[in-house]
């Protein structure tokens, strides 16, 4: 059986995410498609909408045949950490294509990869500019482009991680289509996932035409939208109680951030005051948001190392042309594949991702990991 | 001036709690009345009904002269601990006596002190029963007598901190009036402060006539009663996320408990769930909420050794003879006397009060400490 290989949130699963996967099996004429996907909380350190099971339940419903999970120390990650975990788990799932939506897909993404061995790594060291601002100005110098578009810098990385680690896939650009991801109003049934999440928080059912029927049955059970605003009494006790030496310790905390996040907190009762104290130049909202959750599972820069290179394969859903491509895999799958999680991975190789489910369970109170089996829809 | 000591909790500030004062005075005929206080946190280990300046501008409303408080690492604790941290700040105040309630006022509580002199301390290794109940067996063995209601234990406490430290206190042990601690009606004017918070919770206005109209002000502004049930997610994230290893170090963590608690965390998403998992033969009630509070102020067993040899005086509330006395003693007093936590404090000296006033204020928004000056009532 031939696979193509997609790299998706699914926050929530929508008409959009279907076309594009009917894209992918047309292009590719794969006999399978598998997803790979970021489990409760988004790569921008967000909770999702839904629960990851739920979200893998709407993909397979909708014609995709496998959904495995991107772990947390991949999936809540800049984009070039995003992307490199992703194919990671790709790569041990042997598939042969990659499709994946652009802003620009015409770009010759190699092109730009290869402009960057030339960057001068010393001049990344502004303090008062982002990563993503300091490296545009030096691939305008080099090719005359600016990676700006979310999907861009993530086919950017799709391609370099690729490149890097001599991965057989075929890479597939492809036009992105409908509303811009920004685009925050809903006039047909293809609407942004942003625009989808304002609508369900605004309580407006408008969102029900951009969703398939199954998607739309399980945002109409989200009592209350899972936000960093409920999860802030947390972050705010933990910032608080924890001495700077254990905040220091915790993964992507660099530059005294610790200070400046524990003194946020002991000022701020709200998120947003929070973060407006927070916020400074030289970081992204989004990378801020990634700090906070890290500091909320107490992870350690060693933690994530320990992690990274011990990747699995966590399945989610599938039906049966997935439980097909799973059987004949199985052999070759150099990594551990994961149908459900006992004890003993829940205190080992899992328990980053148990623990982040501990945190999501105090949005639905349903418990996200241990003994949870996949979703098999036939 | 001659000063009468009280140690108390005043949770709420009720009606008997003057009928106390005003024995105090009487009996001791001293010019000053001064209180030590409780915090924010109970013996117990509870957040307080209302917050410690509410509480202590109520007493000084109702004829206490100073309020000062008692500091978390010694108002947290088992009997021997309170009773020994209250009593060190009295003598540093240079008090002449101390006037206490027990339920048994006729014993000889310092033959009973005596007495543990002669106990066998390797027989308190018993698991399966807690402290009180093995410290019980050997006191009735060699006098007769077992310390079994809370005030006769607290003034066994008060009797040998007075004896092991020479403190020059006169020890004035006086019958405990009206309704007993644990009775939980309200009939008339004096009334136990449980049943009074009980009323409170239950939205019964019976409580006002059992407090002086201050404090029934203070608390017909509680919209919602402080209580472990909505700290329970704090406390929660903090035992699932944190390493075995960190929650080792937790004051009072001992003999496995950390995993226990782990573990009961894990499984439970109510606070009397946790606590009905947690909960064994060797530990009190009110052990496994002291234990609870530490962890979630991420209190180590060195941070509490260190404050327990900084003691401080934070001053809360005054009148006008607390005033003068406070002058009077200033000079003698060897221990740093507070009456205004500037950011230096804060980051030191005060810190661990400190937090626990910032967790506080997640009931009231109000900030505690920081800035926050005395109480005066003229």
Redesign the interface.
Known sequence: MKAVGLVVEYNPFHNGHRYHLQQAQEITGADVTVAVMSGNFTQRGEPTIVDKWSRAAAAVANGVDLVVELPLFYAVQPAHRFAAGALRLLSSLGVQSIVFGAEHPQWNFQRLVKAEELFNQESFNKYNATYATQFNQQLKAQTGVTLVDPNDILAFAYTKATMQNDYPFELIPIQRQGSNYHDNTITGKIASASAIRDALVANNDLYRQAVPQTMADSLAQVKAVPSWQSLY??L???L????IS?LQSTYLMAEGLEYRMKEAA?RS?DFAAFMKYTKTKRYTYAHLLRVSLYT???VSQKEVQMHTQSPYLHVLAFNQRGREYLHQVKKQVEIPLITKVDQGLRDSLLNLDY?AG??Y??FT?IEQDLKHPPVIIN
Chains 1, 2 share one sequence.
Request: no cysteine; proline share 10%.
């Open positions: 009494p947390l705010r006790n933990q608080i109680q924890a001495p254990y002991q009762l909320l599972l107490q623990r501990k945190l369970q105090s109170s």
